[in-house]
């Protein structure tokens, strides 16, 4: 098994039949970006993944290519894009999962006809990428940014509840959020109730200040507000509160919904990357109606998925980031995960 690359789907297959004969078969055609500079700039070429020992008795020698680039006959491979594409999986992410299949069954004629679960199982959780809560030890200190209405104010209680409660480690909860009204007051609210002192930082002089006041805390969690994705502003003054926390230690999380389009997902990484988060937290995974999500969010952003949260109440309702139990969600009734 073989790939060739051309300008056209014709030039490709002239080369298929020069290399691998006239008995070839096609198994996977599409646009991929170009190798190199090219690539880079966007420029695009056809990719053929061509055998020469797969001889399908219903498949024409070299079958028409269809409107999506997979052979029909394939039936596996035709499993995967529908399953895939029903949880709104990225295209070129469903075509990747499909090339590395094709790739990882070496060419077999029986696993390309029935799908072969656990080497999918296997691909999904490789793109699921996740890190497991690893602060047992040491101090902890973390940020937590992201668009407005994400989900970050609701995350940092759960957190701070779960850090004070369970683990008994002295918290302290710091918020830079002075634009959205009200949220002062509910960030208020909950530490009464958590017993967690919470300090409000008007500008990076008080954050000092504040950061200093509770220098003994094993944990200080710091909020931030969800500005529009246009607000490089607010970026900016973000990411000089960042730089006064000693970074030693210093995590920041990038707070994401399940909910919304991998697009915007896309657009609001391009504006927050500039403060080098370090991990993603998917939350409202109670509400999705697709779990596609939590593969492209670590492909797209090359982060992983340290927590997802699964609701509203706090305490509870967030978990560390499993790939297992993750993968799980998008292959669910399709495939038994161990
Ligand atoms: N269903 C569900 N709702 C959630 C979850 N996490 C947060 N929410 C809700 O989402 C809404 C926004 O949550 P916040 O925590 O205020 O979001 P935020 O990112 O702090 O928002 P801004 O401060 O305005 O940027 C609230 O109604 C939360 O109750 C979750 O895991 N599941
Ligand atoms: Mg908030």
Same mark, same amino acid.
Request: glycine content about 6%; charged content about 30%; overall charge neutral.
């Given at each position: 098994m /073989?790939k ?23 198994l ?19 990719? @053929?993944t061509?055998?020469? #020992? ?12 269809? #409107? ?16 895939? /594409? ?12 499909i090339s590395s299949y094709i790739e990882a069954t070496g060419g ?36 937590? @940014? ?32 002075? &634009? ?6 509910? +960030? ?5 109730? +958590? ?47 960042? &730089? ?12 994401? *919904?399940?909910?919304? *389009? ?7 990484? #391009?504006?927050?990357? @500039? +403060?080098?988060?370090?991990?993603? @937290?998917? =939350? ?8 596609? %999500? ?28 499993? =790939? ?6 998008? +292959?669910?009734? %399709?495939?038994?995960?161990?």
């Open positions: /073989k060739f690359y051309g300008r056209t789907v014709e030039e490709v297959i002239k080369d298929i039949k020069e290399n691998l004969g006239e008995d070839a078969t096609l996977l055609v599409q646009k991929v970006r170009k190798k190199g500079l090219r690539g880079f700039l966007g420029f695009k070429e056809i990719e @053929i061509a055998a020469k #020992e797969v001889n399908f008795e219903i498949q024409e020698k070299i079958s028409p290519v269809s #409107e999506d680039g997979i052979i029909p006959e394939l039936p596996a491979l035709c499993k995967i894009k529908k399953l895939l /594409k029903e949880e709104e999986v990225d295209t070129d992410i469903i075509n990747n999962v077999n004629r029986l696993k390309l006809q029935d799908l072969d679960t656990g080497i999918l199982e296997s691909l999904i959780k490789g793109l699921i990428k996740t890190e497991n809560d690893s602060f047992k030890s040491g101090k902890i200190r973390s940020i937590f @940014i992201g668009p407005p209405g994400a989900g970050k104010t609701t995350t940092i209680l759960k957190l701070a509840a779960h850090y004070s409660i369970e683990e008994s480690k002295s918290t302290a909860i710091i918020t830079t959020d002075i &634009y959205r009204s009200g949220a002062i007051e509910q +960030l208020k609210v909950y530490s009464k109730m +958590l017993d967690i002192p919470v300090e409000v930082a008007f500008n990076v002089r008080d954050f000092e200040r504040i950061i200093r006041k509770f220098d003994s805390k094993d944990v200080i969690l710091v909020d931030s507000a969800g500005r529009s994705k246009r607000d490089k502003e607010y970026v900016e003054t973000l990411r000089k509160f960042i &730089y006064t926390i000693p970074l030693q230690g210093l995590k920041v999380y990038l707070v994401v *919904s399940i909910m919304d *389009s991998s697009r915007y997902i896309k657009e609001v990484f #391009e504006n927050y990357k @500039i +403060l080098y988060p370090n991990f993603i @937290i998917v =939350s409202k995974l109670d509400e999705a109606t697709s779990f596609g %999500n939590l593969i492209n969010i670590p492909v797209l952003t090359d982060l992983p998925i340290a927590y997802v949260t699964t609701g509203q109440d706090i305490p509870g309702d967030i978990e560390v980031a499993k =790939s297992n139990k993750l993968a799980n969600f998008i +292959l669910k009734g %399709n495939v038994d995960i161990k």
